[in-house]
């Protein structure tokens, strides 16, 4: 049976319960105190028990089944009217599960529990629609992205293949780069994969020890293109993973150094610990960035001007540096904040759930 019938079927049952229990209760406090004997003498005719069960039974039967039509069609209207806003509910899922997810249920009414569950079901809906199309925009770059080396390694063979004087150590070179940057993008893309699905280790973590060892890790290459490159700071303790966590530093660290200042350009990296969390800031110089663009440097293979295409870092020219510390932080519970810095440049402050240290 339907949801709907069973509420009428129970909307019946219950109003002729209580019809059944008040004629009960006329019966048994009332017509006890009516003698059951024969009344003789002079005057009017007195009915005793017998004649008053015999008069009160048709018109309490005919109520009864009035009492039970109503509780039907009665029941049957206010049992449509309750489960209306989950009908709604239902089209909406319908229209969810074959692939609409633009469709809201956008209930109006009272605040109720179907409000509520409306309101949680539309943004439910919102999260999933905004995540399906960042993934399918996720998909259409990388597949651009990874077809590039690929195409240019073809076109590559096919010219050496047609020239007759072709130098294979030169095609063998810039075989490697292009092989390079592919395997460095597929490197990122799974790293990317690991952070957003979480399957990853928790331990205690020191970020101020995995900052120290990344710029340590990029100090020759900082030193390479004359970007000062410091660091200061007390212990920052969370819960992750230390490989994900110091590829997030990497990645900031790696990012702020090729967008730096081609002179007297700086890095500063601070690590601190507070109420908010585990903190991890890198500033650096650069270029002025403008606010509209600021907000797309999340977005995967977004990338800046001066954008370098080398291969010293797995990251580097794939366009997935911040969209990958983002990843990290998202899956560690903590945020990425990106700000622009007077003067130019920027600053990146990654916040993480704080775990006392030992």
């Known amino acids: 049976m339907s949801a709907r019938l069973k509420l009428t079927l129970s909307y019946a049952g219950f109003l002729m319960i209580a019809g059944v229990l008040l004629m009960a209760i006329v019966g048994v406090f009332l017509l006890r105190h009516v003698p059951d004997g024969q009344f003789t003498g002079p005057g009017p005719f007195i009915p005793n028990r017998t004649d008053l069960l015999r ?13 039970l039509a109503l509780g039907l069609i009665g029941g049957w209207f206010l049992a449509g009217r ?48 905004a995540h399906v199309e960042e993934q399918r925009r996720f998909a259409a770059n990388a597949s651009h992205e990874l077809r590039t080396p690929l195409a240019i390694s073809q076109t590559m063979l096919e010219v050496a293949r047609d020239d007759p004087d072709r130098d294979v150590e030169v095609l063998i070179d810039r075989l490697q780069d292009v092989n390079a940057r592919a395997i460095a993008l597929t490197d990122a893309l799974l790293l990317l994969a690991r952070a957003d699905g979480g399957t990853f280790e928790r331990r205690s973590v020191d970020l101020s020890l995995l900052a120290e060892e990344a710029v340590e890790t990029l100090h020759p290459l900082a030193d390479q293109r004359g970007v000062t490159l410091s660091i200061r700071g007390t212990t920052a303790v ?51 960035i403008p606010a509209g663009f600021l907000a797309t440097l ?22 997935l540096g911040l969209a990958i510390a983002e990843g990290i932080s998202r899956a560690h519970g903590g945020t990425l904040e990106l700000e622009s810095r007077r003067g130019g440049g920027l600053v990146v402050t990654v916040r993480l759930p704080s775990t006392p240290s030992e």
């Open 55 to 67: 008069a009160f039974t048709p018109p309490a039967a005919a109520a009864l089944l009035f009492l």
């Open 82 to 129: 309750m489960l209306a806003p989950l009908t709604r509910l239902n089209a909406a899922a319908r229209l969810a599960a074959e692939g609409s997810l633009s469709h809201r249920v956008d209930m109006a009414g009272p605040k109720d529990e179907f409000r509520d569950l409306a309101d949680v079901f539309d943004t439910m809906l919102a999260r999933l629609e």
């Open 298 to 319: 999340r977005e995967p293979f977004q990338r800046g001007a001066a954008r370098s295409r080398s291969t010293d870092a797995a990251p580097v020219g794939t366009g």
């Open 238 to 288: 969370t819960s992750g993973s230390p490989t994900l966590l110091e590829q997030l530093i990497v990645n900031l660290v790696h990012n702020a150094i090729v967008h730096n200042l081609t002179a007297d350009g700086w890095i500063d990296v601070h690590t601190e610990s507070g109420p908010a969390g585990a903190v991890v800031i890198i500033e650096n110089t650069g270029e002025v």
